[in-house]
């Protein structure tokens, strides 16, 4: 498996425009859908061992966080990667109890946009849509024996609603890479 860091895209960056489909309702979701609440967006896949790792404890956070808005967006090539094909997304969401829109990026322009590096990569916005926070969930890998808590994630999305400074030495995540489609990878991406 591919340990591949995230881009760190610069903090205070406005959040990258987005309409997507959730293949689970057909519904369209677009980044003006979440106005004036603070976002959450993760680029996760259904087969990444980083995601499944921490999948269940997500939507943990996610409930625990009503007031941020939390998305998750599939970018990779489903065509050369099946079980991350749109058709497979609903019963992934499913298992691991998301009650948050988990949208396909067929073209991948949305992951370039965001400097979308590996699976999961987060990216944590104010209600103003400014980032605040990208970086890992927690410390917690495949096979480090520390069991996912999302404590990273969770002290940011905490200080931001608490109005408190959130520290800008944060830790990228770490996870698998995007799994580009030939001939499209991205200028900012390098292979571990």
């Not at 406005?14 to 993760?42: C, I, Q, R, T």
């Not at 073209?107 to 970086?135: I, K, M, N, W």
Request: glycine share 4%.
């Amino acid at each position: 498996m591919a340990r591949t860091p995230s881009t760190m895209l610069a903090l205070g960056t406005a959040a990258p425009d987005f309409n997507l489909v959730e293949p689970a309702s057909g519904k369209h979701y677009a980044l003006s859908d979440f106005s004036g609440k603070p976002l959450l967006v993760v680029f996760i896949c259904n087969h990444c061992p980083y995601v499944i790792h921490l999948a269940a404890k997500l939507a943990e956070v996610a409930k625990a966080n009503s007031e941020v808005a939390f998305v998750a967006i599939n970018s990779n090539d489903a065509e050369n990667y099946p079980a991350d094909a749109p058709e497979n997304m609903a019963a992934f969401a499913q298992q691991y109890g998301f009650d948050f829109p988990y949208l396909f990026d067929a073209t991948q322009a949305v992951a370039q946009r965001y400097q979308a590096a590996c699976t999961p990569d987060f990216y944590l916005f104010s209600a103003e849509h400014t980032l605040v926070y990208r970086g890992q969930f927690d410390a917690a890998r495949p096979h480090n024996a520390i069991a996912p808590s999302g404590e990273d994630l969770q002290r940011a999305i905490s200080q931001l609603l608490a109005g408190e400074a959130i520290l800008t030495e944060q830790s990228p995540s770490l996870g698998c890479n995007i799994k580009w489609r030939p001939g499209h990878e991205p200028a900012y991406f390098t292979h571990p």
